[in-house]
């Protein structure tokens, strides 16, 4: 339950980072060099024979590296984007590259599978390149999607809001159990044996798992001993 941790040093951190992004210049500086030390020069490490790789553990960047860079980036988005209209081009622009990425993704890890005994998951781990820009581009259309409504005032059928805005408030349980899920599933339905191709496992997998952690935090919403954990 690494992210768990994560979470709470997250939490630690914010004092100190909200002094950093109280001005936007040094939320920016911010942003690049941590940009660059998380997932550029891991990039570089990659090619074979790069001179530049005795030189990079001399340097200790551990303030601005790993997940602050998203904690901070999803902060810089909202605030300086939630608000400011996003042109048709660029939303479009995001599109392309959040299917770019998936396509390299997919194709990429079946590539460097091929002769492996063991996965190989770089190209869809948490802090690569690839794994940044697109939960960036989905931020972005995000915000995009929701500026388009608001200006052409769709509204959305009552049921549907209710039931977007019930699930909405259990996001963050949700993500607390959702291994638990996963690994649940895997217990009873040991879906990993399934002579089925990932396509249809994958999506299948991920519905299942975000249906039953609705449920599970709709009944712990209904007992205060748990509700506590739905609301943080």
Same mark, same amino acid.
Request: aromatic share 16%.
């Given at each position: 339950?690494?992210?768990?941790?994560?979470?709470?040093?997250?939490?630690?951190?914010?004092?100190l980072? #909200?002094?950093?992004v109280?001005?936007? #210049?040094?939320? @920016?500086?911010?942003?690049?060099?941590?940009? %660059?030390?998380t997932?550029?020069?891991?990039? !570089?490490?990659?090619?074979?024979?790069?001179?530049? %790789?005795?030189?990079?553990?001399?340097?200790?960047?551990?303030?601005?590296?790993?997940?602050?860079?998203?904690?901070?980036?999803?902060?810089?988005? +909202? #605030?300086?984007?939630?608000? +400011? =209209?996003?042109?048709? #081009?660029?939303?479009? /622009? *995001? &599109?392309?590259?959040?299917?770019? /990425?998936?396509?390299?993704? *997919?194709?990429?890890?079946? *590539?460097?599978n091929?002769? /492996?005994?063991? +996965?190989? $998951?770089?190209?869809?781990?948490?802090?690569?390149?690839?794994?940044?820009?697109?939960?960036?581009?989905?931020?972005?259309?995000?915000?995009?999607? $929701? @500026? +388009?409504? =608001?200006?052409?005032? !769709?509204? &959305?059928?009552?049921?549907?809001?209710?039931?977007?805005?019930?699930?909405?408030?259990?996001?963050? $349980?949700?993500?607390?159990?959702?291994?638990?899920?996963?690994?649940?599933? @895997?217990?009873?339905?040991?879906?990993?044996?399934?002579?089925?191709?990932?396509i249809?496992?994958?999506?299948?997998?991920? %519905?299942? /798992?975000?249906?039953?952690?609705?449920?599970?935090?709709?009944?712990?919403?209904?007992? =205060? *001993?748990?509700?506590?954990?739905?609301?943080?």
């Amino acid at each position: 339950m690494w992210y768990l941790c994560l979470i709470f040093s997250m939490y630690l951190l914010t004092p100190l980072l #909200r002094v950093i992004v109280s001005d936007r #210049r040094n939320e @920016q500086y911010f942003l690049v060099l941590s940009f %660059i030390v998380t997932f550029i020069v891991p990039l !570089i490490e990659l090619v074979p024979y790069q001179p530049l %790789i005795a030189y990079v553990d001399k340097f200790d960047f551990s303030l601005v590296t790993g997940y602050t860079f998203y904690y901070v980036a999803g902060h810089y988005m +909202r #605030r300086y984007y939630g608000n +400011r =209209k996003i042109k048709k #081009r660029n939303a479009t /622009c *995001a &599109i392309c590259l959040l299917i770019f /990425c998936f396509i390299l993704v *997919a194709w990429g890890t079946w *590539a460097l599978n091929l002769d /492996c005994e063991e +996965r190989n $998951g770089l190209l869809y781990g948490n802090l690569f390149i690839t794994t940044m820009v697109e939960s960036m581009m989905v931020f972005y259309l995000t915000i995009y999607f $929701g @500026q +388009r409504m =608001k200006s052409r005032n !769709i509204a &959305i059928n009552s049921r549907m809001y209710q039931m977007i805005t019930s699930i909405s408030n259990l996001t963050m $349980g949700i993500y607390l159990i959702h291994v638990l899920g996963l690994e649940g599933m @895997q217990i009873v339905l040991d879906y990993y044996s399934w002579p089925v191709s990932s396509i249809i496992i994958v999506p299948a997998v991920s %519905i299942i /798992c975000f249906l039953l952690c609705v449920l599970i935090c709709k009944l712990m919403k209904k007992n =205060k *001993a748990t509700d506590f954990l739905i609301k943080i």
